[in-house]
């Protein structure tokens, strides 16, 4: 009679690179960022997209 093989989920063995710096993500990393069938570190992320600034002189109206 055969032993049954432990069953692993399969996301485990599935790598997955960061889109901008092409560095792996660790399968058991909780930091990760998915955005449009992309993977990316948060700090990566965070480049595509800085914090917009105001022109000078503009005034926030309500």
Not at 19 to 38: M, N
């Amino acid at each position: 009679m055969k032993a049954e093989k432990a069953r692993i989920p399969i996301t485990d063995f599935i790598k997955v690179w960061c889109e901008l710096c092409r560095i792996r993500i660790d399968a058991h990393e909780q930091r990760r960022t998915a955005v449009g069938g992309k993977t990316y570190h948060p700090d990566c992320y965070s480049k595509l997209f800085p914090a917009v600034r105001q022109a000078d002189g503009a005034t926030n109206r309500v």
